[in-house]
């Protein structure tokens, strides 16, 4: 009769522990050897470490870096003994062991965010934004507290709204029994939707996040913050398993959407009914119609009307009527100047000039 057994034990290589400054020490050695070997090896170890000199300053543990009070392993093995176990027909039972040793591979936690807009612009005043943010776990160990932030461009005159998870925020690679690229469930990942921040992300799962901007009249008139464009970058982080790095972060690429340029243009007609036949004494009316044809609203809009061929007094142009068709025009009526005429929207004028007898003799 025979019999197998295999004993399996997880093991850490790499971690040293220094009481000198200089020296060489063995590699940590696997404690599941015969009780004669490892008596051998500590005997050894003990040996080494008495003959460091003593006024040497202690080096805490070194392995891949220096943690403060901790140890990092430099790597980790799955090591395995198998036992076999036999009668013969004569004398006593044979063992024999085998052992193996598979090394796992290096803890690489990473996070890849990425950020996009809805719109390559250029946008207008009253448009909104919307960004979609997305922070997948591209690294091989869960993610905790993973959270996207973005400063928004510091010359908009707006705020971006808060970042909140999507409609449909998880990508989970393991959702409908799916596997990884070995073949095999990852993980899952959770969240407990109290906050913005997702508790859990497992290893090739995305999340995503969405934010809006609208875009204000002072980002035209501003042009941004001078270079004409709303420009972005937001950062994801995330926290690693305890003693593997402080934190996860990574930076989005740039998203720069232009705003439509400044156009600040104005359009006046004038007109007499009639424009022929006046003699001396008679009061010529014209009327003035001003049109705000740019892209911004202009203030203090008002006219001035000079006789270049005439010898009488210059038409003083008075305002009659503000048509705000857009809503967004505005005047007091305390003086002859409109206030705010908005894009699209007219003001309508009215002077007049009387007809001199110069002008009879003259102008002929």
Do not use: C
């Not at 909140?164 to 990852?186: I, K, P, R």
């Not at 899952?188 to 090739?204: K, R």
């Not at 340029?261 to 008679?282: E, M, N, Q």
Request: negative net charge.
């Amino acid at each position: 009769m025979s019999n197998l057994s295999n004993k399996s034990k997880l093991t850490f290589f790499g971690v040293k522990r220094l009481t000198g400054g200089v020296g060489s020490l063995p590699a940590a050695t696997n404690l599941n050897q015969q009780p004669e070997r490892g008596r051998e090896m500590n005997n050894q170890n003990s040996s080494i470490f008495r003959s460091l000199t003593q006024s040497r300053l202690a080096v805490s543990f070194i392995a891949l870096g220096t943690v403060s009070g901790m140890a990092s392993p430099a790597f980790a093995t799955i090591n395995n003994t198998v036992t076999v176990t036999g009668t013969p027909p004569v004398g006593p039972n044979i063992t024999e062991t085998a052992d193996e040793e598979v090394s796992l591979e290096a803890a690489t936690p990473s996070l890849l965010v990425t950020k996009s807009a809805n719109t390559a612009g250029p946008v207008n005043d009253g448009d909104i934004i919307t960004y979609t943010f997305t922070a997948e776990n591209t690294g091989n160990q869960t993610l905790t507290a993973v959270s996207m932030a973005d400063p928004h461009d510091a010359g908009a005159s707006g705020s971006l709204s808060t970042i909140s998870f999507a409609v449909a925020s998880l990508t989970d690679v393991d959702s409908g029994g799916g596997t990884n690229a070995n073949g095999v469930t990852t993980g899952d990942s959770t969240d407990n939707s109290l906050d913005s921040v997702w508790d859990t992300l497992a290893p090739g799962d995305t999340i995503t996040w969405t934010a809006t901007y609208t875009v204000t009249n002072a980002d035209f008139v501003n042009a941004v913050g001078g270079d004409g464009t709303i420009d972005n970058t937001a950062t994801g982080s995330a926290t690693a398993p305890v003693g593997v790095a402080d934190a996860i972060t990574d930076d989005s690429d740039p998203v720069s959407i232009p705003v439509t340029a400044v156009v600040a243009t104005l359009a006046v007609t004038k007109i007499a009914t009639p424009d022929s036949g006046y003699g001396v004494g008679d009061t010529i009316t014209y009327n003035y119609v001003v049109t705000n044809t740019g892209n911004v609203p202009m203030t203090n809009v008002g006219l001035v009307d000079d006789v270049t061929a005439g010898s009488g007094s210059d038409p003083v142009p008075t305002l009659e009527t503000l048509n705000n068709t857009s809503g967004n025009s505005a005047d007091d009526g305390l003086d002859e100047v409109v206030n705010t005429l908005a894009p699209g929207d007219t003001a309508e004028f009215e002077g007049t000039y009387v007809v001199t007898q110069s002008d009879v003799d003259t102008l002929q």
